[in-house]
T-cell receptor, first 111, second 113 residues
């Protein structure tokens, strides 16, 4: 079993839709939870970063962590074509300089 | 200004050759990384250096040798390239190791033919 599981998609939604992206993880030692966005032919860029269970909001993006279920989510409201990218969840124990990534979900927002 | 820059961006080379990818960060960070992203987009750490010292060395063939001449640079040298080495290699950096934001470069696309 992989440490971090993520549906690879692709996920296609119309502009304006609410998008839900999810990851599950197996190691309860994970403490830091991140979402990266990767455009085609580019490096991953940090989108959201949370430490505790609960919700964190930043503009149209909301990151949600449920440590009891080992489940993290990223919600995108009012999705735009510019949101079309691969979204990677990344999880960190906090004791080593190592991120464990999910496989990424490819999102396509259509006009 | 590019925070984490790596060169070359694209590299096509024959099996058996030796090649290097260079990385520099101007963020003042003390920790640098090399990640490999395969054809299925799976991103996996290869090496991590803190203040020029190797702190993470995942299960990577000995043909891969990182070198950090100073805190701002981490180069990756690959000997005797194989077809399976074809991937995108990302350099990254962070300040410290515990839970801090990791910034990635744009990637180096390596194709071995």
């Amino acid at each position: 079993q992989k440490e971090v599981e993520q549906d690879p998609g692709p996920l296609s939604v119309p502009e304006g839709a609410i998008v839900s992206l999810n990851c599950t993880y197996s190691n309860s030692a994970f403490q830091y939870f991140m979402w990266y966005r990767q455009y085609s032919r580019k490096g991953p860029e940090l989108l959201m970063y949370t430490y505790s269970s609960g919700n964190k909001e930043d503009g149209r993006f909301t990151a949600q962590v449920d440590k009891s279920s080992k489940y993290i989510s990223l919600f995108i409201r009012d999705s735009q074509p510019s949101d079309s990218a691969t979204y990677l969840c990344a999880i960190h124990t906090g004791t080593a300089s190592k991120l464990t990534f999910g496989t990424g979900t490819r999102l396509q927002v259509t006009l | 200004d590019t925070a984490v820059s790596q060169t070359p961006k694209y590299l096509v080379t024959q099996m058996g050759n030796d090649k290097s990818i260079k990385c520099e960060q101007n963020l003042g960070h003390d920790t640098m990384y090399w990640y490999k992203q395969d054809s299925k987009k799976f991103l996996k750490i290869m090496f991590s250096y803190n203040n020029k010292e190797l702190i993470i060395n995942e299960t990577v063939p000995n043909r891969f040798s990182p070198k950090s001449p100073d805190k701002a640079h981490l180069n990756l040298h690959i000997n005797s390239l194989e077809l399976g080495d074809s991937a995108v290699y990302f350099c990254a950096s962070s300040q410290g190791q515990a839970g801090n934001t990791i910034y990635f470069g744009e990637g180096s696309w390596l194709t071995v033919v």
